[in-house]
């Protein structure tokens, strides 16, 4: 497959940071003007305890820690609000009523439930993303004495040693509704993405890996200026053995120590014929819902779930590249949150030549997916043209349309949004930056 090696993901000369910003931000505002046109909510969630929000005129005192956690939260709970609020201005420049709360057509917060494991509160559920914000049957609220599958997901959540229990400690799972047996537990998954040896695939057809760049300046008199990144990307760093694969989460350190928290490592699978990594080979990370899903097309029944299990994980919503997926197959996101989904892709068939019951339902499934990226940053790339912040997210636009117009496969929208989520961050940093008030 192709593999460009250049500075930004759209151009040579434009910034990757504001690349990923302006993609991640037209698939997001293009997200909430696709379900507010089919007159569905649209609902990004965030984590949060309202208590630690209190205004009471005699607060409880806090330990410095407490004083600490509570600021953080003040903090990203603004920065939220403000987000959601940049993205309905940018859904108001379409007209039709766009934006506005007394027509139902705003995209609003929410407050996802926080993970319980003892009230039984531990699950994600696919397919309850269209019922009302209000409706008690949205979030996954599981009674530990209920019948299957409330009893056995909380069981399941509950032990020490069960599925991937690292940060973003999901773990898929499938609820046969007749009652039979599923396939068993999906841990995130670490694979090979893309590599220069892959055969060329429309369904894969190319990926971005950046050449070494150095971090710009911080401007503090910048808009957001406190929000500007400092990035040193590049497909090589550090020295002799210390390489880093592109797309890799942190290091090769914490690889051990996912291994240890029984992430699956897709990419080292010797039944699967996989050969070791190399330095051109993009890294990837499928999460369990999305295998789950894969596995209820295979079965053509069940529900497709994911649970918080480990201790590093409490918040109950979908990351938005798992929402587009799950919205793409018909089981929308019983809540999304705005934070990282970093370097997030689909599984792919074993190859061009695979038509195993389990490839087909693979292609299937991304085919759908491929279609509502176009969909999304085709109509977010309307929204957002009068909102753009600078200079800069103004050049990454531009090329962005450039980049489109020449390649209309579905495909290759989706591949841009693979690429800008190897640029690590939070989608409500990159709406911040990107979006005017």
């Known amino acids: ?147 299957l599958p409330g009893a056995l997901l909380l069981w399941i959540a509950q032990q020490p040693d069960v599925g991937y229990q690292g940060r973003g400690a999901y773990t898929g799972f499938v609820q046969v509704d007749d ?7 999906f841990c995130t998954c670490r694979q090979r993405a893309a590599s220069p040896s892959m055969p060329v695939d429309k369904t894969n057809p190319r990926r971005w890996m950046p050449s070494m760049v ?51 490592f897709r990419d080292e699978d010797k039944s699967r014929a996989q050969q070791p990594l190399a330095l051109t080979d993009i890294v990837g990370y499928t999460h369990g819902m999305i295998q789950a899903i894969y596995n209820v097309r295979w079965l053509k029944k069940g529900t497709p779930y994911e649970i918080a299990v480990g201790k590093k994980t409490t918040k109950l919503a979908s990351c938005f590249t798992c929402a587009i997926f799950m919205e793409a197959n018909g089981f929308p996101a019983s809540a999304t949150h705005l934070g990282r989904g970093e370097s997030w892709c689909p599984l792919y068939a074993a190859s061009i030549e695979s038509n195993t019951t389990q490839d087909v339902s693979l292609r299937e499934c991304n085919a759908k997916w491929a279609n509502y990226c176009k969909s999304i940053i085709d109509a977010g790339i309307e929204c957002i043209a009068s909102r753009l912040t600078d200079a800069g997210h103004r ?6 349309i450039d980049y489109v117009a020449a390649h209309q496969d579905a495909f290759d929208y989706a591949n841009l949004i693979l690429d800008a989520v190897t640029v690590h961050d939070s989608e409500v ?4 930056r990107t979006l005017s008030a």
């Open 1 to 147: 497959m192709l593999i460009v090696t250049q500075q930004g993901i759209l151009d040579a000369a434009t910034s990757p940071v504001e690349d990923a910003d302006v993609i991640m931000t037209a698939a997001i505002v293009g997200h909430a003007y696709i379900r507010l046109d089919a007159k569905k909510n649209c609902l990004f969630d965030i984590e949060i305890d309202p208590e630690t929000l209190s205004t009471s005129p005699n607060p409880v005192p806090r330990s410095a820690d407490e004083a600490a956690a509570a600021a953080k939260m003040a903090f990203n709970w603004a920065q939220h609000v403000r987000c959601v609020a940049k993205i309905n201005v940018a859904l108001a420049s379409m007209g039709d009523n766009f934006g506005q709360p007394e027509r139902g057509k705003e995209a609003m917060v929410g407050v996802t439930p926080v993970c319980d494991k003892d009230a039984g509160i531990v699950r994600v559920i696919g397919g309850t993303g269209d019922l009302s914000p209000m409706s008690k049957d949205r979030y996954t609220v599981v009674s530990p004495k209920a019948t």
């Open 179 to 185: 009652g039979s047996s599923q396939p068993g537990l």
């Open 214 to 264: 150095k971090s710009p300046p911080v401007d503090p008199k910048a808009p957001n200026g406190s929000l500007k990144p400092k990035w040193d990307l590049g497909a090589r760093i550090g020295i002799g053995g210390d390489e880093r694969y592109w797309g890799m989460i942190q290091d090769n350190a914490l690889q051990c120590t996912l291994k240890k928290l029984d992430m699956y």
């Open 395 to 400: 050049v990454s636009y531009q090329r962005l």
């Open 429 to 432: 940093n990159r709406i911040d």
